[in-house]
């Protein structure tokens, strides 16, 4: 037992630390590069050496660090409740096609739009980016009541899964004909979409982000023992006296939010949601939820930074899309996890 | 109180809900009861609605019809969280939970005692180790589930049952894919609990020899018939396993407590002698079609030879002998006759 506590104190002090040394080096690097005492004194509301420093930093890295903050957590938050509450390692936060009801919300907006009405939303700067916003989480949001609508229905989660992808299938095959029809200028602009971004959200838009993750994150938080049971399946939950039908919906609903919120503002982001909970339960070999929530809230921030941060290394300077970092930094990293607990769970 | 009723059934139906109004009625007219210390094994052939009468009791399903009291109060009153502190079940379902160890699995049995974020107490982390050491896994404590055997695993959720502090444990068919021997560890052990913590356990199963060794009162359930309950020894003096077991081909011995395979008799053999050889004697005669007798008559004898050099003498009826060292010689010369 102590010796558990150790490691798992040791695991959250290198995930703060981690935490704090990524959200610098990613305000720092750039294609610009920023002195530490420049980047304290713009945090903290004094003068930078160069004006240019305050405006990047506040304007530019600001935002998109603390937007790879937020999306990280929201999104490996996700992960961990649909893998527990569907005892399947493969759920993401994805996998009940919220993230394709939002692509389908913005292919509605960009395809369609610039199809039917002759009108070319990615030619609209800002107001087109909120059109899109809007339109991603209007997408996320109805795919998600469809989603708690068949919750209520069906008590058989497999069966729910299953729906789930379904619906994810149909959105995907409604996109794709918009594309068939749809000329390669605005094609293009869904696919740029759909690689995922951290650098788009603005001030503005974090006052909607911010408060929408935060609530998602607490009832999280909130939902820590219902998790923990439902490990055990929902037969033993329920004679435990969870109330499995309120705590399914309230954990759909959770996770539903952030990926909505998360997908509207920063594109489908693959990947965080599913390999960040591997990665934290391989760091701290337990399946308690109350561990593994806050440390996967603490790596999925991690994870998101550390892949922003490649993005945005010299020589690339944003041509690396988020959704490229994370498939082929994080893949190698999660399938090394994988296999190496494997081997330790044989030897015993 | 300690030994008053704990579980009872009044006139009660099992089955469950279809679609729309309609229902199916498995069994009905249900009528048990079950009191504290008291080890009970429901018994009776795949398909004849153990499940469906476990789930009720357990209050996963709702009743058809009739009545079902825990402690003197009806199932439907007690609130979920009530519930939870009054019935504890252990499934069939073999759990594979990446990560978690002997103590995380049994401490959440206390989640109806918990806080919000159902911290574990002092108290709790007490009953928890003692709990897993009455189950025999004292030295497992921090040991994985999934580097567990089955049997293990299931004893590890009896001790969740245990920790769950209910008057009343149900076990759906915990030990249908355990090896003989973890049976019987498991079964012995739940008689024990039942026992030790007053607790009144009730235990579906298969295991009809182990039920027959084991259990205070046996339920038999099969398709079609009224279930009947009472001790084990008056259900077989009133042929119960007969009826509720008989199938073509398969006969319930009630003398041997256990099932004869029926077969025809092809021949009568007389065996001579006593003791464990004369038992597994006749029992190797028996499975290989003969019938044994003690009678003189018309037949083969053969007689077991206690004496230093064991050896098992055939005389046939037309009057040659043959002297042989182990029963399956035996059966090989009699079939050459």
Redesign the interface.
């Known amino acids: 037992m102590e010796e558990h506590r150790v490691k798992w104190v040791l695991g959250f002090g290198l995930l703060v630390a981690l935490l704090l040394l990524l959200f610098m080096a990613n305000i720092g690097f750039g294609s610009v590069s920023i002195p530490f005492d420049d980047i304290l004194n713009v945090l903290l509301g004094e003068k930078a050496s160069r004006s240019a420093y305050t405006s990047i930093i506040l304007m530019s890295r600001l935002p998109q660090t603390i937007t790879a903050v937020l999306a990280g957590a929201g999104l490996a938050v996700g992960g961990l409740q649909m893998q527990t509450l569907f005892r399947n390692p493969l759920a993401g936060p994805s996998i009940l096609g919220i993230s394709s009801g939002a692509g389908l919300g913005v292919a509605l907006v960009v395809l369609f739009a610039g199809n039917i009405l002759g009108v070319t939303i990615s030619g609209y700067g800002l107001l087109g980016h909120m059109t899109v916003v809007g339109a991603a989480f209007l997408g996320a949001f109805t795919i998600l009541l469809l989603i708690v609508f068949f919750a209520q229905a069906l008590r058989d989660n497999t069966i729910l899964l299953i729906v789930g992808i379904m619906i994810g299938y149909a959105a995907s095959a409604i996109i794709g004909v918009m594309k068939f029809y749809s000329p390669k200028e605005d094609v293009h602009a869904y696919v740029i979409w759909g690689l995922g971004s951290f650098s788009n959200v603005s001030w503005e838009h974090l006052l909607i982000l911010i408060p929408i993750v935060l609530i998602g994150l607490v009832m999280s938080l909130l939902l820590i023992k219902p998790l923990n049971v439902l490990l055990l399946g929902e037969n033993y939950a329920e004679n435990l006296g969870i109330n499995i039908r309120n705590t399914r919906l309230a954990i759909l609903f959770c996770t539903g939010i952030l990926t909505a919120a998360i997908t509207a503002f920063c594109g489908p982001i693959a990947f965080l949601g599913l390999a960040v909970p591997h990665l934290t339960k391989g760091l701290f070999r337990t399946s308690d939820q109350k561990v593994l929530m806050p440390a996967v809230i603490l790596a999925g921030a991690v994870l998101a930074l550390f892949c922003n941060l490649i993005a945005r290394l010299p020589g690339f300077d944003g041509a690396l899309p988020i959704n490229v970092v994370t498939g082929l930094i994080g893949a190698p990293i999660v399938i090394s996890v994988i296999i190496k607990r494997r081997k330790m769970n044989a030897n015993g | 109180m300690d030994n008053a009723v704990l579980l009872q059934s009044n006139d009660l139906a099992v089955g469950y809900r279809q679609g729309g109004n309609k229902s199916l009625v498995l069994h009905k007219d249900i009528n048990v009861q079950l009191h504290r210390g008291e080890f009970a094994c429901l018994l009776g052939p795949n398909g004849a609605g153990k499940s469906t009468l476990i789930k009720t009791l357990?209050?996963?399903i709702p009743k058809m019809a009739g009545k079902v009291s825990v402690n003197g109060k009806a199932l439907a009153d007690y609130k979920?969280?009530e519930?939870?502190?009054v019935?504890?079940?252990v499934?069939t379902?073999r759990?594979q939970?990446?990560?978690?160890?002997v103590?995380?699995?049994v401490a959440?049995?206390r989640?109806?005692y918990?806080d919000?974020?159902?911290?574990l107490s002092k108290h709790d982390k007490q009953l928890v180790k003692q709990a897993i050491e009455d189950v025999g896994l004292k030295g497992f404590i921090?040991r994985?589930l999934?580097?567990m055997s089955d049997g293990e695993r299931q004893k590890a959720m009896i001790a969740k049952a245990l920790v769950?502090d209910t008057p009343l444990i149900i076990l759906d068919e915990p030990t249908a894919f355990l090896d003989l021997p973890s049976k019987i560890e498991i079964v012995q052990l739940l008689k024990k609990l039942a026992r030790e913590r007053n607790r009144a356990i009730l235990l579906s199963t298969h295991d009809l020899d182990l039920a027959l060794q084991l259990a205070d009162k046996i339920w038999l359930l099969a398709q079609g018939r009224q279930l009947e309950a009472g001790v084990p020894e008056d259900l077989v003096l009133a042929n119960g396993f007969r009826r509720f077991f008989e199938k073509e081909g398969i006969l319930f011995d009630n003398e041997s407590g256990s099932f004869k395979v029926e077969r025809e008799q092809m021949k009568t053999i007389r065996v001579i002698g006593k003791g464990v050889e004369y038992k597994w004697l006749s029992h190797a005669l028996n499975r290989t079609g003969y019938q044994t007798t003690v009678e003189e008559g018309n037949y083969p004898n053969i007689e077991i030879d206690s004496n230093a050099n064991k050896a098992y003498i055939l005389h046939q009826t037309d009057g040659s002998r043959h002297a042989l060292r182990t029963i399956e010689d035996l059966l090989l010369q009699i079939r050459q006759e």
């Open positions: 357990s209050g996963f979920r969280n519930l939870a502190k019935v504890s079940v499934l379902e759990l939970i990446p990560n978690m160890t103590f995380d699995l959440l049995g989640t109806p918990t919000f974020f159902g911290m921090n994985q999934v580097c769950q």
